[in-house]
């Protein structure tokens, strides 16, 4: 480590350099150079700070993490400063709040925008990574993080005929920064996951018209967002402290726990009273009720038919709510949305539903959308349509390590790693909650923030130590990827087929279950013991 002091000058190499300025690159950043004094920058894509919530500027996208639970809590100075305005924070005060948090820890001035990673090439000789942007740099590393986000790489369904739609089209992960104009527009939206059920009710305010192309039912509890009272933000500053520790001990990082008890041994009336008070209060804390909901189909099916029940209330056209109600999985074993008056939007007159289960799109024609049985004649197409999540983004990369080794070959039938943090061939290259890792299962900042500290400590560690590489083994991945496997096998996630969590919903992605499903807390103590044991599973090199 110590020959590559003076990183960034013509011709040396960097200590670190990390790709991607969301809240993993930012912690990353500002724990590499001044924490350990190392040479070190952020390469991004984007014109500044953010990240996924530099994107995804969507009508009423929202975080559907507590705002006094999405951010940072390594500094409480930071802490006690910022001010949330909601219960759950819209996509533009997480910019500012990212951005303030870049000011503050004066962290741009480390950080090249508008500089997208084409490729990423170890070389065996130097021990370094040359890496290589879409503006012709070349750039040599002896470490590389990719802080690259899970949600990241949008993904437009290949439905023939888009290139000759007359009107207007956007993907919601790439939205235009000046917005789009519904007013007087018959729009079309693609995708009923939490984003299209976050942008449905706010389109519906101004577009003259808008038809929602439902392929898979989804759940969806209140939100209830609402700003916060004074007496609330005072008690979560007094109380940063037990707050985090809540967040540390759930399975979720979320700050609530889960209940203790289970659906099934819980009296029916008591049982539905429990719900009532949970659709009341809103949010993700539905999906903490019970403890057995995730892991019992029986317990699960009573979630999820009060949920039906409850679209059936709201929703007063009996065939429409029979459409949405349809749900053909498991509550929760997709990513469960919170919405604002989803279900509601229904009601309205220039609201149409279209169920593209029954009749499944056939093209896209100059005029609008054809289904197998009809024609919706459209001036504006907005694909809710998701993400290639958890891989798309690493693998746009073209990232090749020892060998020649090409990730995209390595990962070929899914991706293989340790702990969700190190693939075997490419060594010194770290992923900040990647696949494998319990990541988008939780409230994100909160494994950020793990795999941040704990990357950090291990850089740390190689270089007291006078080491220069670090990689893991297939053995370790194989044993890892079990235990991956154990964790999801235990639960009912992968029991919806279609969701992304599997890659079901990008063409041609090897289905496999994603993310760590054993918990946070588990995690934690299954990467602190790793760390205290001498770095098992890892090969480290002089
Ligand atoms: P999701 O959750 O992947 O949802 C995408 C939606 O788009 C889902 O309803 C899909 O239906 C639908 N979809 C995808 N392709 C098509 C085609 N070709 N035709 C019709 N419908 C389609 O993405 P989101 O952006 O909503 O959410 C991603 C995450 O961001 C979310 O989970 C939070 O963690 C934040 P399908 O279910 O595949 O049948």
Redesign the pocket.
């Given at each position: 480590m110590t020959e590559v002091r003076s990183g960034g000058a013509q011709g040396v190499p960097f200590d670190a350099l990390i790709v991607g300025a969301g809240f993993s690159g930012l912690y990353q950043l500002l724990c590499l150079r001044d924490r350990l004094g190392l040479n070190v920058e952020i390469l991004e894509s984007a014109s500044g700070v953010g990240g996924t919530w530099y994107w995804n500027r969507y009508p009423g996208a929202r975080c559907d993490s507590e705002s006094h639970a999405y951010c940072y809590s390594f500094s409480d100075a930071l802490t006690q400063e910022w001010e949330w305005s909601e219960r759950y924070p819209g996509q533009p005060e997480i910019l500012r709040y990212l951005d303030h948090v870049a000011e503050r820890f004066d962290l741009k001035r480390s950080i090249r925008f508008d500089t997208r990673v084409t490729g990423a090439t170890y070389d065996e000789e130097s021990r370094l990574w040359e890496v290589t942007t879409a503006g012709g740099e070349r750039l040599s590393t002896r470490f590389l993080v990719a802080a690259v986000g899970c949600?990241s790489s949008a993904n437009v369904?290949d439905?023939p005929g888009l290139a000759s739609f007359a009107g207007r089209w956007y993907h919601?992960g790439e939205w235009p920064h000046g917005g789009v104009d519904f007013g007087g527009a018959r729009v079309g939206l693609?995708?009923?996951?939490?984003?299209?059920i976050q942008a449905a009710p706010v389109i519906a305010e101004t577009a003259a018209h808008l038809t929602v192309?439902q392929?898979?039912a989804?759940y969806s509890v209140p939100a209830r967002n609402a700003p916060l009272t004074q007496e609330f933000r005072r008690y979560a500053k007094e109380h940063a402290a037990d707050i985090r520790r809540t967040m540390h001990t759930s399975y979720n990082a979320h700050p609530f726990l889960i209940s203790d008890r289970r659906a099934v041994d819980t009296p029916q009336k008591e049982r539905e009273a429990i719900y009532e008070a949970a659709w009341a209060k809103g949010g993700l804390q539905f999906r903490a009720t019970f403890r057995d909901l995730l892991s019992d189909p029986a317990a699960n099916e009573t979630a999820a038919t009060f949920i039906k029940n409850k679209i059936r209330e709201i929703v007063k056209d009996p065939l429409t709510a029979e459409k949405l109600a349809a749900i053909d999985h498991p509550y929760a074993a997709k990513?469960p949305p919170i919405d604002t008056g989803y279900f509601e939007t229904f009601n309205r007159d220039n609201v149409t539903l279209v169920d593209?289960r029954a009749t499944p799109?056939e093209r896209i024609t100059p005029e609008g959308i054809r289904t197998r049985d009809a024609e919706y004649p459209l001036d504006i197409i907005v694909f809710?349509?998701?993400?290639d999540a958890m891989t798309g983004a690493m693998l746009r990369m073209d990232i090749r390590g020892r060998d020649g080794l090409r990730l995209a070959d390595a990962w070929a039938a899914g991706p293989r790693n340790y702990l969700g943090l190190q693939v075997a061939g490419f060594p010194n290259l770290f992923m900040v909650t990647g696949p494998g890792s319990p990541s988008?299962l939780c409230n994100m900042p909160v494994p950020i923030e793990q795999h941040v500290e704990w990357i950090t400590a291990y850089i740390d560690h190689m270089r007291r130590n006078g080491l220069s590489s670090i990689e893991t083994t297939e053995a370790a991945m194989d044993a890892w990827v079990a235990q991956v496997n154990e964790a999801a096998a235990a639960t009912l996630l992968p029991q919806a087929s279609?969701s992304?969590y599997l890659g079901a919903?990008v063409p041609g992605k090897p289905r496999v279950f994603m993310p760590y499903a054993g918990g946070m807390p588990k995690y934690r103590r299954i990467c602190a013991d790793v760390a205290a044991n001498g770095y098992e599973g890892f090969v480290l090199g002089a």
């Open positions: 949600l369904p439905i919601t693609v995708g009923t996951g939490s984003t299209g192309f392929r898979t989804n990513r593209v799109i809710a349509t998701g993400f988008v279609h992304w919903n």
